[in-house]
Each structure stands twice: as structure tokens, then as C-alpha cells.
């Protein structure tokens, strides 16, 4: 126990004598079993650490050792605890959640071993409308029987999980069904194990790099950022590994669902950190706001991922970084990302959605989020919650370990905060009222999103400022609303 506890304390310890004594702590603990879970996803979560932020390559190679090992750590553990999504998807485990028909498509085309979960199934009735049409007995108890024993009618007919997506075909009928599916994580599929591909390991031989050590205004100056468009072949290879890392953590975002696995493109972030985004195939794309997602990697292993929507030249940024990783480099990669998508989507505000800030989100709440966004610069769209904001600094300045109440921080969150010039000429946006106040916007739109590229739809838009003025007028509501 107190190998663990040392090991945790070497997460963000540097130089020759630390990645020593890390390496001389994980070879110590390779053999070691432990029964309780905590003791288990602690282990297991500093491990994983320590693979992405390695102070030597000894440390990578045997943290990737001690990870392989957890298919056989977990064999007779209480399953339970694993599944939050915040530590799902250790090797070892399974997961169960209403997955959507992309996803579980995608699962069912790499031959993961997912099946029903008919022990969580609220509503196994609702397969009795599909297992009627092709078998008449069925119908026949799906009319009159009250208690009829779906499973054994989907066992019987040997159907399978494959043949009910097949069949049913239309995902919003396949919603309809509500079925839990139960995934055993294959050893590959399991975030201990999942990796993409790494030329070069980066190594940490010094501090990790801090708040202040970054800015946005210093990110944008420099040279810009080089971007790659992948050989389809490894696009495919690297949105699977990208799907396989979001489904194993419970999480689906609409790109995830509909990726346009042609085009993904690679940019080297440094410091030893991927970010492979893409947009939307032309079939799933948005009215009017240019998607994009992605997913970044240190040293090849999944961290978090990036959604935006942009229009004009404002950029709504969803940023997520898996727990493990939060004690990392999050400011500098944050910096970094916002620069890639003002490179290369001409975009010059930023704005983060009160979710991620706080509301209705409790984990960013105790986290602080507020505070990460202020720091680098973000400010919030309401003049009182701008007040506010500045008298909660004055007190941080004037009082040492004075931290923010949580019920103040719900008031912070309940408006969006923006970063940029710009940032006047949006804060009465509203793209809801759009539609109704601008007919003909449809029209114009609809010819511009047939461009190849959703960057050049976007460059479209942005050539148009007389549409700009119209659209901003149009959706300008009051701010109290807006919040």
C-alpha cells in the first residue's frame, strides 16, 4: 500500500533519481495483488499516468508491462466499481449502456464481444413488434400474451445482435427499442492497452509546463501549426481507435457517430501530443454550423477529445480531458488546440457553453472550470456575472486559500464565456431565432454547404458581411434571455 501510495506521488516528479525510483516503484508492484477495487483503479489509473507523461522510456515500457496484466488483476473482483464512466473501460471488465446503432454497428464490425444485456433489459417486450414480422407464433404473443418470454423467442430463433441492426435498419426505430448491450472489452479495445500509433516517445525530463507559463494571445502569434490529410487507410485505422476509446468511456458524440473517415487529418501538437479531427460526411452535416471533431493523444494514448461548431468567425469549443489526465499539461494543450482551430477555421472568437463551466455539471463545479477558462482570458457574456467574477478575483488576490463557493460558481456558469475580439458582437446570439426572423437565409445557406470542403462553407459565409449583420440583428435577443 505504500508502494501505491509513493507511486502516485511521482506524477509530475522529474530528473534522473525520480524516473528511478518510479521505475524501481513499478517493478515492485508488478507482482503485487491487490483485492480491493479503489486499490485496484488507483493503481491502475497512476499507471496509465505515467505511460503518457513518462519521466524515461524504462517507465513507459514497464507501465505498458503492469497495464497488460490487468485482463488478469481483475479475475474474481467485485465488477461494480468499474463501471463509472469516469474509470470505464479497464482491460478485464465489461460495460452495459444503451449504445446507439452507429455504435453498436461499429462494435458488432470489429467483432468486440457485445451481446443483450437481458438482465438490465427494462423492456425486452419492444422485440417482440420486430421478432413478430418474421416469425407469426411470435406476433402471436406479442398481441395477446401479457408475460411472453422474449429471450427465449430471440434464443430460439437463434437471432443475434448483427441480425436485429440489419433488420431493423432505421436507427431512430433501433432508439425506440431501448436495448442495454453488455460489452466484454477485448484486451486490444481496453483503454489500458489502447494506443495509436508513435514514431518518438516524449520524454519529461523537466516541470510540467503550468497556466502561467501559456497564453492564448502568445499560442496564435506563433508559426502556425502543420496540418496532414491521413491516406484513407490510415484514417479508418485511426477513427476506429478513436470510436473504440469513446465507446469504452460511455461517451458518443455526434461526429463519433458519423465520421468522415476520408478525411481525417493529423497535427503534431508537440510535446509529444496527436490531434486527429475531422468534420462531417456531406449527408450529416448541419444547417448552418460547420462541425468538427477529434480526439488528442499523449504519447499515444487517448486523453480527451474536442467537438466544435462554428459560424462565422465564432467557434463554440466542447473540451474534455479524461480524469486520469488532469494533474497533466491541460493549459498548454488547451492554448495549443485553440490555436489549430483559429489556423485553420479563420476563427476569431471563442466561446465555451455554461455546461462545461457548471451548469447542471457538478463535476466542473468542484473542479473550478470557471476559473481555467478565466485564466486564459475567457470572460462571461453577462455584464453582472463580468462583476461578480472581478470581486471573486479581488478576494483570491487578497486572501490566501480563499476558494470560491460553490454557489457562486453555479451564478458564474449560468452564461457562456467568450474569448476574442469579437467577443461584443456575439454575446446576444441566439442561432434559435434564426429561422424565423431570416425565410430566405435557408436558400443561401443550402447552396453553400454543397461545397466540398465545410471550411470552404465556412469561408463562404464569413466573405458575406452584409448576410453577417443580418443574421447577427436577426438573433440578437436580450442577455438575461440569452443566459
Not at 28 to 47: K, N, S, W
Not at 127 to 145: Q, R
Amino acid at each position: 500500500m505504500r508502494a501505491l501510495e509513493d507511486l502516485a506521488k511521482c506524477k509530475g516528479q522529474f530528473g534522473h533519481d525520480s524516473a528511478r525510483r518510479t521505475a524501481a516503484l513499478l517493478e515492485r508492484l508488478a507482482p503485487a495483488r491487490f483485492r480491493a477495487p479503489a486499490d485496484l483503479i488507483q493503481l491502475h489509473e497512476t499507471v496509465l499516468f505515467l505511460r503518457a507523461y513518462p519521466q524515461s522510456a524504462r517507465v513507459a515500457r514497464l507501465a505498458d508491462d503492469l497495464l497488460r496484466s490487468f485482463g488478469d488483476r481483475l479475475r474474481g473482483i467485485d465488477p461494480a466499481p468499474f463501471d463509472d464512466p469516469e474509470v470505464a473501460g479497464i482491460a478485464g471488465t465489461a460495460l452495459s449502456t444503451n449504445f446507439s446503432w452507429e455504435f453498436a454497428n461499429f462494435l458488432t464490425s470489429i467483432r468486440e464481444p457485445v451481446e443483450i444485456d437481458w438482465e438490465d433489459y427494462a423492456h425486452p417486450e419492444r422485440l417482440g413488434v420486430l421478432l413478430g414480422h418474421y416469425i407469426p407464433m411470435a406476433f402471436d404473443d406479442w398481441a395477446i400474451e401479457p408475460h411472453a418470454d422474449w429471450r427465449a423467442w430471440f434464443e430460439n430463433a437463434r437471432w443475434n445482435l448483427p441480425r436485429v441492426l440489419r433488420d431493423v435498419g432505421d436507427p431512430r426505430v433501433y432508439d425506440l427499442l431501448e436495448i442495454p448491450l453488455r460489452w466484454t472489452l477485448s484486451p486490444s479495445a481496453a483503454r489500458s492497452n489502447l494506443r495509436v500509433p508513435r514514431h518518438d516517445l516524449f520524454i519529461h525530463h523537466g516541470p510540467f509546463l503550468k497556466r502561467r507559463d501559456v497564453s492564448v494571445e502568445a499560442a496564435f502569434a506563433e508559426p502556425p501549426i502543420p496540418l496532414k490529410l491521413l491516406p484513407p487507410r490510415s484514417g479508418k485505422a485511426v477513427v476506429r481507435t478513436i470510436l473504440t476509446a469513446s465507446a469504452s468511456r460511455y461517451r458518443e458524440l455526434y461526429g463519433f457517430q458519423f465520421p468522415d473517415a476520408g478525411h481525417v487529418y493529423h497535427a503534431d501538437l508537440g510535446r509529444g501530443v496527436d490531434l486527429y479531427s475531422f468534420g462531417l460526411p456531406p449527408e450529416n452535416r448541419l444547417p448552418l454550423r460547420a462541425y468538427h471533431c477529434g480526439m488528442f493523444f499523449k504519447n499515444g494514448v487517448p486523453m480527451g477529445y474536442v467537438e466544435t461548431l462554428s459560424f462565422f468567425e465564432r467557434c463554440e469549443v466542447g473540451f474534455n480531458l479524461f480524469y486520469t489526465f488532469r494533474d497533466g499539461e491541460t493549459a498548454w494543450l488547451y492554448t495549443r488546440l485553440l490555436k489549430i482551430l483559429h489556423q485553420q477555421l479563420d476563427v476569431m472568437c471563442f466561446s465555451v457553453d455554461p455546461y462545461q463551466i457548471g451548469h447542471e455539471n457538478e463535476e466542473a463545479i468542484e473542479s473550478g472550470a470557471f476559473w481555467f477558462y478565466y485564466k486564459l482570458g475567457f470572460r462571461p457574456a453577462s455584464p453582472e456575472n463580468a462583476r461578480l467574477a472581478a470581486r471573486e478575483e479581488a478576494k483570491i488576490v487578497q486572501t490566501p486559500g480563499y476558494r470560491t463557493p460553490g454557489a457562486t460558481l453555479r451564478r458564474l456558469a449560468a452564461s457562456p464565456l467568450f474569448y476574442g475580439d469579437s467577443a461584443a458582437d456575439w454575446t446576444n446570439f441566439s442561432l434559435h431565432r434564426l429561422g424565423t426572423k431570416i425565410p430566405n437565409l435557408g436558400e443561401d445557406l443550402a447552396r453553400a454547404k454543397r461545397a466540398p470542403e465545410e471550411v470552404r462553407y465556412l469561408r463562404l459565409l464569413q466573405k458575406r458581411p452584409n448576410l453577417r449583420r443580418k443574421v447577427l440583428a436577426a438573433s440578437s435577443v436580450d442577455r438575461s434571455r440569452d443566459a
